[in-house]
């Protein structure tokens, strides 16, 4: 799906069947996001890494 707002940006949904080993799969990487440290959330709110 192209970003209409962002040329060039793309965005990649994936889905699973509910219960299958993909599915397992993809809640495994849902579950490695990283939280952002209070002290840097507005560096982040700012687009600064």
Do not use: F, R
Request: cysteine-free; charged content about 15%; glycine content about 6%.
């Amino acid at each position: 799906m192209d970003m209409v707002s962002d040329p060039g940006l793309t965005l990649t949904i994936y889905a699973a069947e509910p219960a299958s080993a993909t599915a397992h799969a993809l809640d495994l990487l849902a579950s490695w996001t990283s939280a952002v440290v209070a002290g840097d959330a507005d560096a982040h709110a700012d687009g600064m890494s």
